[in-house]
């Protein structure tokens, strides 16, 4: 199945004269490449995109064969509860909530994910067992975690529900490079578990080493210029 089609996308940022251009790039279920571009290239701006979270694009962009241009504003973001994970470059976890409810999120704004869990509560426990967070963690506040415990968590929350596309955008800026290789293990191997497709973005060019194998590497394809306003 395809999760994610997009042909001849091309969006313009307002003011800026600058167009991000994308040829072509589809993923399907289980996939998983690894775009590298550098940064202000526009690589959260097509994740965004993706996401249906930015609009006002030209061209071809599919998620599950849905043209995300067709949807409304609550029709996008119905099937970006129910089809996509995000792992955000901020983490974005909730402070005043603690590790399993962070987890649980994902759930609460979507029937479909949650019937595809039987036992939500052991189902982010396992997820976070899965990750390598002790379960002494589970019931933390998530202020109390470190860097890299929090990027973990971060995982197991787009993973809940088996969402088939998962979104990471540049997952690993704030971790060495021991960390970021232990991280960037664990994410394939959940990922492959869950049959979701990955799409991962990032800066760092030694991305492509650690992850070479079962990925596609897309470098510098996004096609981003200056145009005359």
């Known amino acids: 199945m395809t999760q994610l089609a997009i042909e001849g996308l091309s969006y313009r940022w307002s003011g800026s004269g600058r167009e991000l251009r994308v040829d072509e790039l589809a993923l399907n279920a289980g996939e998983r490449v690894l775009l590298q571009g550098p940064s202000g290239s526009g690589k959260s701006t097509l994740l965004n995109l993706i996401s249906g979270v930015l609009s006002g694009y030209q061209g071809r962009l599919k998620l599950e064969g849905a043209e995300l241009s067709d949807l409304?504003?609550?029709?996008?973001?119905?099937?970006?509860?129910?089809?996509?994970?995000?792992?955000?470059?901020?983490f974005n976890l909730l402070p005043y909530l603690n590790v399993e409810e962070n987890v649980l999120m994902p759930l609460k704004f979507s029937k479909e994910r949650r019937c595809r869990v039987g036992n939500p509560t052991k189902e982010a426990r396992r997820l976070l067992t899965a990750m390598e967070l002790d379960e002494s963690l589970h019931r933390q506040p998530v202020t109390q975690l470190s860097v890299g415990q929090q990027q973990r968590v971060a995982v197991a929350r787009a993973l809940i529900g088996s969402p088939g596309l998962i979104l990471a955008d540049e997952p690993t800026s704030a971790l060495?490079?021991?960390?970021?290789?232990?991280?960037?293990?664990?994410?394939?191997?959940?990922c492959a578990q869950s049959g979701s497709a990955l799409l991962l973005v990032s800066h760092d060019p030694a991305l492509a080493e650690v992850v070479e194998r079962g990925y596609q590497l897309v470098v510098n394809q996004l096609g981003t210029e200056v145009l005359p306003c």
């Open 176 to 190: 060495d490079p021991k960390a970021r290789d232990s991280f960037l293990s664990l994410l394939t191997q959940q």
């Open 72 to 90: 409304s504003a609550v029709g996008r973001d119905r099937l970006r509860a129910e089809s996509m994970g995000i792992i955000f470059q901020q």
